[in-house]
C-alpha cells in the first residue's frame, strides 16, 4: 500500500515545477490535473497573510458566497425559537432547535457542518463555546452566522458559503470547489475568494499583505502562486 502511495505522489510531483510562481490562469488549468484519487478532490488554497492576528486589528475574518458554490453537501444547524425556527425550516435548514439542540452539542452529537443562531440565542450558544469554538463553527456575526435573516443566512451555508479565519501564524486556508468543476468555475470561485480576502486587509498591515499563496487538491502536491497578482485583485 505505501508503494503504491509513493508512486502516486512520484508521479504527480512530476507534473509541478517546485522552482516556478505560477499564474493564476495557467495554475487553475494544472491544478485540475493532479487529481488522482477515487473521490472528487477539494481544491484548496493556502494563503501566508503579512498580519499579527495577536492584535486585535490585525485580524482578518469573513465569508463570501463563492458563485458556482463549494460542491459540498453542506447539514446546516440554527439556533432558534418560534417564527424564526419556522422561517429556518422553510429555507432547508437540516436541524433546528433550542434548549434540545444545545444539550446535543453538549453531549457531543453534532451532526452539522454550519451553526447558525438568532441574536437572542446567543447567551444559550454561549454555554457550549469551548465546544463549537475550536471546531471553527461558533456562530459569529462576522461571518453572518448570528442574525436574525435565518432564511438567507440557510441559503448562503447551503449555497456556497465559505467561512474564513486567519490563525496564530497568519494563514488562511479555504476549500473553494472541486476537482470535477470546470476551468471556469474555479476561476470565477477563486478570483471572488481572493478579492474578499483583499476587502479584509488590514489598515494596520504593512508591506506585501499576501506573502505567499499556493493551490492544490486534497491529495496532492501544491502549486506556488504568484502573490502580486492576487494583491491586485479588487
Known amino acids: 500500500m505505501g508503494n503504491k502511495i509513493n508512486k502516486r505522489i512520484q508521479e504527480l510531483q512530476k507534473k509541478v515545477d517546485f522552482e516556478k510562481t505560477y499564474k493564476m490562469e495557467e495554475a487553475l488549468a494544472n491544478v485540475k490535473n493532479l487529481a488522482s484519487a477515487k473521490f472528487d478532490e477539494t481544491i484548496e488554497i493556502a494563503l501566508k497573510l ?11 475574518r469573513g465569508s463570501v458566497v463563492l458563485p458556482a458554490g463549494t460542491g459540498k453537501n453542506v447539514r446546516v444547524a440554527v439556533v432558534a ?10 429555507a432547508g435548514a437540516d436541524i433546528v432547535g ?9 453531549a457531543g452529537k453534532i451532526d452539522f457542518d454550519v451553526l447558525i443562531a438568532t441574536p437572542n440565542m446567543m447567551g444559550m450558544v ?5 465546544i463549537l469554538g475550536p471546531k471553527g463553527i461558533m456562530p459569529n456575526p462576522k461571518t453572518g452566522t448570528v442574525t436574525m435573516d435565518v432564511a ?42 481572493i478579492k474578499a480576502i483583499n476587502k479584509q486587509k488590514p489598515a ?24 502580486q497578482e492576487l494583491i491586485d485583485f479588487k
Open 50 to 60: 503579512n498580519v499579527d492576528p495577536r492584535h486585535a486589528d490585525q485580524m482578518v
Open 204 to 227: 494596520a498591515s504593512k508591506g506585501k499583505y499576501i506573502k505567499t499563496a499556493a493551490i492544490s487538491l486534497t491529495m496532492s502536491p501544491s502549486l506556488s502562486l504568484d502573490n
Open 126 to 130: 454561549g454555554k457550549v463555546g469551548r
Open 98 to 106: 433550542s434548549d434540545e439542540l444545545i444539550a446535543d452539542i453538549q
Open 152 to 193: 438567507k443566512a440557510v441559503e448562503n451555508s447551503k449555497g456556497g458559503q465559505v467561512n474564513f479565519r486567519v490563525d496564530k501564524q497568519g494563514n488562511v486556508q479555504a476549500g473553494i470547489g472541486k476537482a470535477s468543476f470546470t476551468n471556469e468555475q474555479i476561476k470565477e470561485n477563486f478570483e471572488t475568494f
Open 81 to 90: 425559537k418560534d417564527a424564526k425556527a419556522d422561517e429556518a425550516k422553510a
